[in-house]
């Protein structure tokens, strides 16, 4: 069983920057491929970026693709998400996830659930 905690949310000024950790426990992190989701209020959950478990791929939602980056550390058994750019329409609570298969793009996640969840961080983006 993964645990998994998600911090470095806030609020922030659109144009800002933030980024987001998600320590991860009880598990063998290095064989996870770990994505960050998002949901904002009266919306469906939406997938924001995934990377493999080495961290030599990663695919983002178009939404975010060369505004945002995600990152692993395997020593420290930690994900990252940098959100540079941010704007009003990135206002949501950002979960990060764990799944035991192998790296599959955000299309597919967008449609399937990852298996290990965190409780999510939020982030609040004001115009």
């Known amino acids: 069983q993964v645990q998994l905690v998600e911090s470095g949310g806030g609020l922030v000024q659109a144009g800002g920057s933030l980024r987001l950790s998600c320590a991860a426990s009880?598990?063998?992190?290095?064989?996870?491929?770990m994505g960050w989701f998002r949901q904002a209020p009266g919306k469906e959950r939406e997938v924001v970026a995934i990377i493999s478990y080495s961290g030599s791929i990663t695919d983002y939602a178009d939404s975010v693709k060369g505004r945002f980056t995600m990152s692993r550390d395997n020593v420290k058994n930690t994900v990252y998400l940098q959100m540079n750019s941010l704007k009003s329409e990135d206002t949501a609570v950002y979960y990060c996830?764990?799944?035991?298969?192998?790296?599959?793009?955000?299309?597919?996640?967008?449609?399937?659930?990852?298996?290990?969840w965190g409780k999510g961080t939020l982030v609040t983006v004001s115009s």
């Open positions: 009880g598990g063998t992190f290095s064989a996870y491929t």
């Open positions: 996830a764990a799944d035991r298969g192998l790296f599959r793009g955000t299309r597919y996640y967008q449609v399937r659930a990852m298996d290990y």
